[in-house]
């Protein structure tokens, strides 16, 4: 399975768009890209999942270059309550087991 | 169900005891995992079942740890004679287990352990 390394931590502030940043330089042609959010004393939130380009949803754009070694998860005009552990994922969802492999994330912390 | 439901949400147990912790996945979803995730940690994983089959045991630290799913439903994870080390949240997560949303998995809130 690919490694990903993401920023360890983010700060922002209420109201403005947050892209983080993930590579994955050993991604698989079968590979896809999945985003989680976990929030304390929680299991993780599936966020979004894209195999290439763009892809949106009522959360978050997911946007990949076509060398497909990075992604960046954007997420548009953050809350406090954004305030959360996001996780990049890659791994083929045709193998045998579909396991997730969770790298330790990025800690993003709103402030007000 | 609605989610994930996992039981009991917080375990306290002294050293040497056996433990149950148990699973009821979506209802419809075949596949189910469990994770392990300590404190300040990423998550960990133990096993995956494919409806009640776990081809996939390679995340089990111990033989001390084992699991069994029945009627394609309920899972459970036993630990046997807990350690300090097994302190942790165990969390479960099933999915469709259908093409690109294998990866997509709805996760419990997870069971506390504490080993005194």
């Known amino acids: 399975l690919a490694k990903t390394t993401q920023p360890i931590s983010m700060d922002s502030y209420e109201g403005q768009e947050v892209n983080i940043t993930c590579s994955h330089n050993n991604i698989a042609t079968n590979d896809y890209i999945t985003w989680y959010q976990q929030f304390p004393s929680q299991g993780p939130r599936f966020i979004i999942q894209g195999y290439k380009t763009k892809v949106t949803n009522e959360v978050a754009s997911l946007f990949i270059p076509a060398d497909r070694k990075s992604s960046t998860l954007s997420l548009p005009r953050v809350s406090l309550s954004d305030t959360a552990v996001y996780y990049c994922l890659v791994g083929d969802p045709s193998g045998n087991t579909g396991k997730l492999i969770f790298g330790q994330g990025t800690t993003l912390q709103v402030k007000p | 169900g609605a989610g994930v439901s996992q039981s009991p949400s917080n375990k306290v147990t002294e050293k040497g005891k056996d433990v149950e912790l148990r699973c009821d996945p979506i209802?419809?979803?075949?596949?189910l995992y469990w994770y392990r995730q300590s404190l300040g940690q990423g998550l960990e994983f133990l096993i995956y079942f494919q409806g009640n089959s776990a081809p996939d045991k390679s995340g089990l630290p111990s033989d001390r740890f084992s699991a069994e799913r029945t009627g394609g439903s309920v899972s459970t994870l036993t630990i046997q004679r807990t350690q300090q080390e097994d302190s942790a949240v165990y969390l479960c997560?099933?999915?469709?287990?259908?093409?690109?949303?294998?990866?997509?998995?709805?996760f419990g809130a997870g069971t506390r352990l504490s080993v005194l």
């Open positions: 209802s419809g979803h075949t596949a």
């Open positions: 997560a099933s999915s469709s287990g259908q093409g690109n949303a294998k990866n997509i998995q709805y």
